[in-house]
T-cell receptor, first 114, second 111 residues
Framework: DAGVIQSPRHEVTEMGQEVTLRCKPI?????LFWYRQTMMRGLELLIY????????DSGMPEDRFSAKMPNASFSTLKIQPSEPRDSAVYFC????????????FGDGTRLSIL | KNEVEQSPQNLTAQEGEFITINCSYS?????LHWLQQHPGGGIVSLFM???GKKKHGRLIATINIQEKHSSLHITASHPRDSAVYIC?????????????FGKGITLSVRP
């Protein structure tokens, strides 16, 4: 089992640039979560999907953030335009909602906006 | 007030000591999760529980639904247990919907 795969592991870019974070969930999992972790606020849910459908995006900070899940094996989180305050570690997690099992986390993407 | 509170904020222990980390929450939940994060590392789910007690190796997690409180115990602690321990809850129904997190506790175990 490859686990949840996130890419890139690290991203450094200048403010104003578009940033795309990618996530491949564990095969067979039907729930996918995007989280953000900062020193000030800790871990926060941004958005989650069940069966590729967005269920709750109330944690998405503003319109600059968007997330898609075009199929069961891939999701993206996009920031456009990026700002320095978006610097954080972004985690993707997946789970089998029907099996009531814990979430499995990816290794995260460390994003730095200069 | 945060929905999930953890105590103590930081904890230092000597190798071999018995360690207890606490978590209190203020909302109805369907499940409580204990997560572990090593420095610069990813997040690992240690336990997901909705009642009673679970044990895995040297780790024990308990929950008291009436008191809205959970504890994570580490027996015979070891330096490799040094990590951030995060308590999270799934509010309401649906055990595997979104998580609400505590701030985490940084544990350092000295050899």
């Amino acid at each position: 089992d490859a686990g949840v795969i996130q890419s890139p592991r690290h991203e450094v870019t200048e403010m104003g640039q578009e940033v795309t974070l990618r996530c491949k969930p564990i095969s067979g999992h039907n729930s996918l979560f995007w989280y953000r972790q900062t020193m000030m606020r800790g871990l926060e849910l941004l958005i989650y999907f069940n069966n590729n459908v967005p269920i709750d995006d109330s944690g998405m900070p503003e319109d600059r953030f968007s997330a898609k899940m075009p199929n069961a094996s891939f999701s993206t989180l996009k920031i456009q335009p990026s700002e320095p305050r978006d610097s954080a570690v972004y985690f993707c997690a997946s789970s089998s909602w029907t099996d009531n099992q814990p979430q499995h986390f990816g290794d995260g993407t460390r994003l730095s906006i200069l | 007030k945060n929905e999930v509170e953890q105590s103590p904020q930081n904890l230092t222990a000597q190798e071999g000591e018995f360690i207890t980390i606490n978590c209190s929450y203020s909302v109805g939940i369907s499940a409580l999760h204990w997560l572990q994060q090593h420095p610069g590392g990813g997040i690992v789910s240690l336990f997901m529980l909705s009642s009673g007690k679970k044990k895995h190796g040297r780790l024990i997690a308990t929950i008291n639904i009436q008191e809205k409180h959970s504890s994570l115990h580490i027996t015979a602690s070891h330096p490799r247990d040094s990590a951030v321990y995060i308590c999270a809850v799934t509010p309401g129904r649906g055990a595997n919907s979104k998580l609400t997190f505590g701030k985490g506790i940084t544990l350092s175990v000295r050899p």
